[in-house]
Every structure is written in structure tokens, then in C-alpha cells.
């Protein structure tokens, strides 16, 4: 017989079967005493649902998104990513499922600094064997989807942070990933440009039919998510539904 689950499921999914799921996911850090920085997690996002994840610093929510994408293991539990077990897959198997499936976006934007905007957003469809004109023609078609078509050849120094952000996004979503995370996506960015930016993933989440799990203080995220989960010590302590509007 299965265990009984520990914790009451946190369904975000709205009834449809879930692209991402956890279950009774721990996470905990030895510092003297034994510390909980994700606990008894269990969620469902939904196909083509727009997640946001929120609460006080230190609650656990880049440990949560690290789970997630795979980038850590968990003390215990699971997360199962389109019918793929994370807990099933050695290392090889966790890497060819982020590069495949997982488009990551991160607060400082994390760019190639001698390479162009183009040649960021070519590197992770170099990884997978992709002919080099695919990858060109594809970068350039992504880069003029979040606006940048014609700052191609930029290097990240010669662009504002907010541009910066925009090839990070296209990067993420040069292997037409099924899922995007992003910690903290507008927390390095004024907030006209962290608005902005936010416009964007909701439209790339509605054109694209991708689901995306962000992270942020931001209130604008959690207004513009359908379902935000909220986590306090680790936990989550409430899940809201947002009509779409
Ligand atoms: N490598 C580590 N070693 C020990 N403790 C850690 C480690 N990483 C995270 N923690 C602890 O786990 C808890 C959750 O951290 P986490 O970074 O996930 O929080 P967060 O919600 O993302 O915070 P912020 O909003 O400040 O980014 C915190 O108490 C943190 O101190
Ligand atoms: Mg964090």
C-alpha cells in the first residue's frame, strides 16, 4: 500500500493533469539543528498555467524552485515533470530533462558577457546538436519576440537591464522548454521595466501555451499569476485561484 500523503495536497492544476507536480517534498539544511527550508511540499501546476510563488525572504522559495528545475535534489519526496520521476534519474538523466523540457530565468540574468545577445540565446540549442543556421534563425525569431530584433549583435554590457532580461527570457525559451522558473525575474529591475517585463511573460504564457512558475515579491507577479502559492517556513500555507482575465 502507498503511504498516506503527510500533508493535505496544494493543487494549483484547476482539475487538469499537471505538467509539474511535487510530493511531500523536504528540503533541510544541517546548522546545529536540523532546518526545514522547503517542507512537506505538494503541488500541481497545470499545463499552460502561469504559478506564481510568494513570501518573506527566507521561506524557502529559490529552494523550491531549485527542486523544481532539478538544479538540487531533495532530502525526500519527489517531483514528477511530465510523467518523469526526478527521484528515477541519475545526474545525465536530470541534465538532458532541464535542457529539454526547463527554461530558467534568474534575478541577476546570468548572460555570457563577451557573447552577443544572439550567441546567449544560441548556446542551449548548440548543446543539443541543433545545425548552427537552425539556431541562428531560431535566436533571431525569439529575440524579436520579446522586442530586441534589433539589438542582435548588443554584448549584455551594451544593453539596460531590462533588455539584459529579455534575452535571458529568449534564452529560456530557445528549446521550447514546457515549463519556465524564474527566481525573482523583476527584482533587479525599476519598476516600469519590472512591469514590463511581467506583460511579457503573461503574453508569452498565453501565446506560447507555456507553463511558467515564477517567483517573486513582486504583488504585480501574484496579480498577473492564475494560482499563487504561498509559503512561510518552508511550507506552503495557502494557494489562491486568480480568474484569467
Ligand atoms: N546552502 C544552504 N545552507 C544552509 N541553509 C540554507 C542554504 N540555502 C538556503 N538555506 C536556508 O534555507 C532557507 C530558505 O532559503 P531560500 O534561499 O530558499 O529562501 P528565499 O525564500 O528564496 O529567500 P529570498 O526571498 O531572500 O531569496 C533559509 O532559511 C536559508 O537560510
Ligand atoms: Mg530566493
Known amino acids: 500500500m502507498k503511504p498516506e500523503s503527510r500533508s493535505p495536497p496544494h493543487a494549483g492544476d484547476g482539475g487538469q493533469v499537471p505538467v509539474i507536480s511535487t510530493k511531500d517534498l523536504n528540503k533541510t539544511f544541517y546548522l546545529g539543528k536540523t532546518i526545514y527550508a ?3 511540499v505538494n503541488l500541481a501546476v497545470g499545463s499552460g498555467e502561469f504559478a506564481a510563488v510568494v513570501g518573506p525572504s527566507g521561506c524557502g522559495k529559490s529552494t523550491l524552485l531549485g527542486l523544481l528545475g532539478g538544479l538540487d535534489r531533495p532530502a525526500s519526496g519527489d517531483v514528477v ?9 541519475r545526474e ?3 541534465a538532458l530533462l532541464r535542457r529539454r523540457k526547463i527554461g530558467f530565468v534568474f534575478q541577476f540574468f546570468n548572460l555570457i558577457s563577451h557573447l552577443s545577445a544572439l550567441e546567449n540565446v544560441m548556446l542551449p540549442m548548440r548543446f543539443t546538436g541543433k545545425p548552427a543556421r537552425a539556431c541562428r534563425s ?13 539589438r542582435i549583435s548588443h554584448l549584455p554590457l551594451q544593453m539596460s537591464g ?3 532580461q529579455r534575452v535571458a527570457i529568449a534564452r529560456a525559451l530557445a528549446n521550447d522548454p514546457a515549463l519556465v522558473l524564474a527566481d525573482e525575474p523583476t527584482g533587479n529591475l525599476d519598476t516600469k521595466t519590472g512591469e514590463e517585463m511581467i506583460r511579457l511573460f503573461v503574453r508569452l504564457n498565453r501565446e506560447r501555451g507555456q507553463t511558467f ?5 513582486d504583488a504585480k507577479v ?7 502559492f504561498s509559503l512561510s517556513d518552508g511550507e506552503i500555507v495557502k494557494v489562491t485561484r486568480n480568474p484569467r482575465a
Open 38 to 40: 522547503v517542507k512537506d
Open 81 to 89: 515533470l511530465d510523467g518523469q520521476r526526478y527521484s528515477r534519474l
Open 92 to 94: 545525465n538523466g536530470l
Open 138 to 150: 531560431k535566436g533571431t525569431e525569439l529575440l524579436e519576440t520579446v522586442g530586441l530584433g534589433e
Open 162 to 164: 531590462g533588455e539584459q
Open 213 to 217: 512558475i515564477v517567483v517573486s515579491h
Open 222 to 228: 501574484a496579480e498577473a499569476a492564475d494560482v499563487v
